[in-house]
């Protein structure tokens, strides 16, 4: 992926947030009582200026399905950032000292996928550089291509590669682009393409996978790039060590972490609002929750997105609740290494 040469956000991809999508409940202006609304900030990342302060949160939508159009899928993802923010709205903070920024959303104009794509690397890249902690909100799984780029464009070359990227997801994400061009199913080969003509390896993990959901050829692509995997009838206790085995031993192989979170990786009772539900998808319990520590425990997870939410199909916002229990868990993780950090 090439960017744009003045590295500059494209304001037509880009619409800043607004305080006014962050309202919820209000027991008190205590400290101990407030809610994320009450807490939130906003970013704009055109203001050339822009300060931040270190080790903040930075969460970023990424409102486009062109993929999942494209891909054939059930369109209505480039809703899930503004769902995923609703379900954030009333959480209650526990660690008030980290901050958490918006930064508004990056959009498709005009069915350009390959724009929005280019634009989200940028602030992908910009966010980084505020030596923030991005996490995205999807949007379709399109979203793996840019937020890769945008981690590749920060390190660049040299000892702070190479990438390892890990996919909670029922799908391998792995198809060779159509006619139609890239789409929601080809991130992680164009990715693999791009680090063969770079000659750099090529570091991926995919946890979830569903063999009613992949075909053989898919299969045979993830052996081919050397991708590890894990089932989701792994998801299991009786299969737990081979999670714990993955997730201990892959971060050893790269120096940086970007973790992508396909909301259909869970089973359809608790994510019903998906572009493709798994009616026997993983659950999010405590082995999910154990997979997605230890990757933390390694201190080399550098960024994170939520995938393929897609509103329209959710049942009381089940989907998107589960989406803000995951990021409340990843603040909770970061808060913490944070303070450890900072008292060592």
């Given amino acids: 992926m090439e960017t744009r040469g003045d ?42 200026a822009n300060e931040v302060s270190p080790h903040a949160i930075v969460l970023l939508g990424f409102e486009c399905d062109e993929g999942v159009k494209r891909n054939k899928g059930r369109p209505g993802a480039a809703k899930g950032p503004d769902a995923i923010r609703k379900a954030l709205c009333n959480l209650p903070v526990f660690y008030p000292a980290l901050p958490i920024y918006d930064a508004g959303n990056i959009l498709c104009p005009d069915h350009d996928l390959e724009a929005a794509q280019c634009n989200l690397a940028l602030a992908i890249t910009q966010i980084l550089q505020l030596s923030a902690f991005p996490i995205l909100l999807g949007g379709g799984h399109e979203i793996t291509y840019g937020h890769y780029y945008g981690i590749r464009n920060f390190l660049k070359k040299g000892a702070a590669l190479p990438i390892g990227t890990v996919n909670f997801d029922a799908h391998f ?5 159509m006619e139609s061009g890239a789409n929601s199913g080809t991130g992680f080969w164009q990715i693999a393409q791009d680090c063969r003509e770079n000659n750099e390896p090529f570091h991926c993990l995919t946890l979830g996978i569903q063999k009613t959901s992949n075909t053989p050829l898919l299969f045979e692509t993830a052996h081919q790039t050397n991708t590890h995997y894990a089932l989701a009838h792994h998801f299991h ?17 790269v120096n940086q972490l970007y973790i992508t979170i396909d909301m259909d990786v869970f089973a359809a009772a608790y994510a019903p609002g998906v572009s493709a539900p798994a009616y026997n998808g993983i659950l999010p319990d405590v082995i999910f929750f154990d997979c997605l520590d230890k990757l933390f425990d390694s201190g080399k997870v550098i960024s994170l997105d939520i995938a393929e939410l897609n509103p329209g199909y959710d049942i009381d916002m089940r989907t998107a609740k589960l989406a803000a229990s995951i990021i409340f868990h990843v603040v909770e993780r970061l808060a913490t290494q944070n303070y450890k950090a900072s008292n060592l």
């Fill in 7 to 48: 590295h500059l956000i494209d304001s037509r991809c880009y619409r800043p947030s607004s305080m006014q999508q962050w309202q919820g409940r209000v027991d008190s202006t205590g400290e101990a009582q407030l809610r994320w609304h009450q807490h939130m900030k906003v970013l704009d990342l055109l203001q050339p």
């Fill in 237 to 253: 206790t009786d299969h737990k060590h081979i999670l714990q085995q993955l997730t201990t031993a892959f971060p050893e192989e």
């Fill in 173 to 177: 994400d792995n198809r060779e682009p």
